[in-house]
């Protein structure tokens, strides 16, 4: 059973708020992920980070930033949240040394509604 | 690039098999994976299957691989009501930076 967690599960706000999504692992995983999937099902990898202090862009342009000061948390803010935000998040981790099979790890989610 | 694809929805009776088709496009994909999600939650890992391998069976799933045709199939015997989810098809291809690169889904509902 993985152990990684996201909060809040739900959250409901107004436009213009600030929110942050928590992501934490306990599983010592340098590698984590975050993804924003549509309500129709598809995965988009939004942002990734290989470990401390390392933070990338994935392939879906999203105004949300992110940040890693230690290895088993990896938030994602949204500095002026819009309707177009509204979605469901799902932060990943996975172990880098080998061998691996790659596997990403999923939190439960978070689904995010701008009002 | 990297792409793959899924149908997006199938239907299957209780106690009928279940087969989820998707096609990728990376020649050097070195895993690809099965993943499954319930309503509401997060995406869990059901099976994976190397490259170098044409079939893998784990109790009621069974893997197909088809490296010629970049064609890999998930077959569910004796389907159940609880195995109503969406199921994505990923791959990892070798040195990607990205790790994995998802489908779309495949949206299965078990009619009683």
């Known amino acids: 059973e993985a152990d990684i967690y996201q909060t809040p599960r739900y959250l409901v706000i107004g436009t213009g708020k600030k929110i942050t999504l928590e992501c934490s692992q306990t599983?010592?995983?340098?590698?984590m992920y975050w993804y924003q999937q549509d309500p129709g099902m598809e995965l988009h990898l939004i942002h990734y980070?290989?470990?401390?202090?390392?933070?990338e862009k994935g392939d879906l342009s999203s105004e949300s930033t992110v940040s890693r000061i230690r290895t088993e948390h990896f938030p994602l803010t949204l500095e002026s949240a819009r309707p177009s935000h509204t979605s469901q998040y799902l932060c990943a981790s996975s172990e880098t040394g080998q061998p691996n099979t790659g596997e990403l790890f999923f939190g439960e989610g978070s689904r995010l509604t701008v009002l | 690039g990297e792409d793959v694809e899924q149908s997006l929805f199938l239907s299957v009776r209780e106690g009928d098999s279940s087969v989820i088709n998707c096609t990728y496009t990376d020649s050097s994909s070195t895993y690809l994976y099965w993943y499954k999600q319930e309503p509401g939650a997060g995406l869990q890992l059901l099976t994976y299957i190397f490259s170098n391998m044409d079939m893998k069976q784990d109790q009621r799933l069974t893997v197909l691989l088809n490296k010629k045709d970049k064609h890999l199939s998930l077959r569910i015997a004796d389907t159940q009501t609880g195995d109503s989810a969406i199921y994505f098809c990923?791959?990892?291809?070798?040195?990607?930076?990205?790790?994995?690169?998802f489908g779309s889904g495949t949206q299965l509902t078990v009619l009683p």
């Open positions: 990923a791959e990892r291809a070798s040195g990607s930076a990205r790790q994995l690169t």
């Open positions: 980070s290989y470990g401390v202090n390392s933070t």
């Open positions: 599983m010592g995983h340098d590698k």
